[in-house]
């Protein structure tokens, strides 16, 4: 008896230290500005998520993560591949998941480095599974392309390849995304027809004006998504003749993983015009890289989200659609990736329920 009292001590024990040390270590993390930063975000996208889209806060990441500063290359939530094929040092943990600190030969600092990425190549990180890759705010604020004026933008920007993430952890959705042809990627595949067709660049136009009448002007639903049908189905039976490709399918899954990702982004932007999230840890220099930069944020007036301003014509497309689904069917979260997996499946359950 007394050898087993001794046995749960010493375990309650030893957990009681493990426990003490876990905390030290995200202590120590926090001392550095780029966790704080992480922290921050984190904090954004859950807060976010638990109101408008419970499912996508329930984990803080749904794929390992690398994350580069001025200084080192961490990896968060590294998974087994990782673990046993690179060289690395352990540093300690954020909010319960590992981190990983590796050889200063993964620093990136003179590109910007911004993606989510999966491959066959057992020699990358990402083989396989689909990895983060995105730099810190200090970082980033480096390079003009990132366009990062604050912490919120740049919060902005890690919350829509974590979207990714969430996106890609849902079974039918990475199956649709590993049997999608899209060769060269989508801005060479589906973005060159637009740089240079400008009948295709009309037509995309056309197609987004009638889909974004419905959620913002109020136009009939089923009128205007025939006339969507048409418009789009004239578009690619021509680039099917004229250059023998069929874009169909790539298009669809371009339109729900960006466009849906630009969705969320609404959500986030929507939160942060009305709260603030927890800031407590941040210091006061922390602080002064937050300018509410979403005071007074309407979707509605967004028109940067809805409306076509460059080759990459999906994203607002995939929005309209999305809020459309909103304005018709709030429940369709509970449905893309799992139920029916693109907004075209549920936009054509959408239609046909109308009827």
Known sequence: MKKILFTTILLATLSCADTKKNIEEDKSLMDQSYFRHLSYLINIKNETAQKYWPDFAKQDFHQPIVYYTRENTFVLNPNEHILNNFDYQEVGNFNEVKVIQLPDSYNETTSFKFE??????????????????????????????????????????????????????????????????????????????????????????KENDVLKAIWIDGADLNQNLKQFDSLRDIRIERIKREYDVNIRAAEDYENTIEGNARYFDSFTRRYLAENKPETSFLTEKDKKNIIDRFKGYKVSTDSLNYNITKDRYWYPLGFNMSMILEKYDPDFKNKIYTEKVTLRDLLEELKSSQQ
């Open 116 to 205: 989510t990425s999966v491959a066959m190549d057992s020699t990358k990180l990402h083989y396989k599974q689909p990895i983060l890759y995105f730099q810190s705010y200090e970082l980033s604020k480096k390079f003009p392309e990132a366009s990062v004026n604050d912490l919120e933008d740049w919060s902005l920007m890690v919350i829509h390849e974590l979207f990714h993430g969430y996106q890609w952890s849902k079974p039918k959705m990475f199956a649709l995304a590993r049997a999608t042809s899209i060769p060269g990627g989508p801005d060479e595949f589906l973005g060159s027809y637009r740089g240079d067709l400008e009948w295709y660049k009309e037509s995309v136009k």
